[in-house]
């Protein structure tokens, strides 16, 4: 895995926003597209990045969507993103994705112009092609059709196969690197579901405990 560049797994010419974009903008952008990150570019240049957990941090403490028309974009986002250059190779990915405690990678050439970006999701599709069925047979990588998404039977296959590997006292990096992202992504969906009840239970007591519980379980994580 360690020789394979960057460019095999990358989005190319990633859906951006602007800074001065308002928040409700980048939020339409994110639920039209599908996607979960958006760079923040300006004449080419990245200068940040916003991410849907940003909007969702900002909805938990205005408690009013209609308030984000108001806000800009380069007032919430992450001003200094890590970032890949163009000849890193997926040890890199894993490596900062695993040590960052986020989801994605802006790819940037010199001067620090935006040339694609990596999220945990692309790194665990690309693993997942390296895993073993449960009959010992490789899965044979080819391009993604477009708007196709790994199947839940495929993450369950896999996971399978890598938690057996590691109980067996094989140690292989790509079944290390995608039970982590998959573990990583799970408490991540667990912050989503109890924010998003938090906002509806109207700021309920419960609900905000048990926000804060998922959200330390993350933090934990992230740094074991």
Do not use: W
Request: glycine residues 8%; aromatic residues 2%; charged residues 25%.
């Amino acid at each position: 895995m360690r020789d394979l560049a960057i460019n095999r797994i990358m989005t190319t010419d990633p859906t951006t926003v602007g800074p001065g974009d308002s928040v409700a903008t980048a939020k339409q952008l994110l639920e039209s597209e599908g996607i979960h990150h958006l760079p923040v570019v300006e004449d080419g240049i990245l200068v940040g990045i916003l991410s849907s957990s940003d909007l969702l941090k900002l909805h938990v403490l205005r408690g009013r969507s209609e308030a984000l028309s108001a806000i800009k974009v380069k007032q919430v986002m992450e001003t200094d993103p890590v970032t890949l250059g163009v000849f890193a190779d997926l040890i890199d990915v894993a490596t900062k994705l695993g040590e960052g405690g986020f989801h994605a990678l802006p790819v940037v050439e010199a001067d620090n112009v935006l040339v694609g970006i990596v999220t945990s999701t692309d790194l665990i599709n690309h693993v997942l092609m390296q895993v073993p069925r449960g009959d010992g047979t490789l899965r044979e990588e080819q391009a993604p059709e477009p708007g196709r998404r790994v199947s839940d039977a495929e993450i369950t296959s896999a996971l399978h196969s890598a938690r057996e590997t590691m109980r067996n006292g094989i140690y292989d990096r790509d079944a290390e690197v995608f039970l982590h992202l998959c573990e990583q992504n799970r408490l991540l969906k667990e912050v989503s579901h109890a924010a998003e009840l938090y906002m509806r239970s109207g700021h309920g007591e419960h609900e905000h405990s048990v926000l804060v519980k998922s959200l330390a379980d993350l933090q934990r994580f992230g740094s074991d």
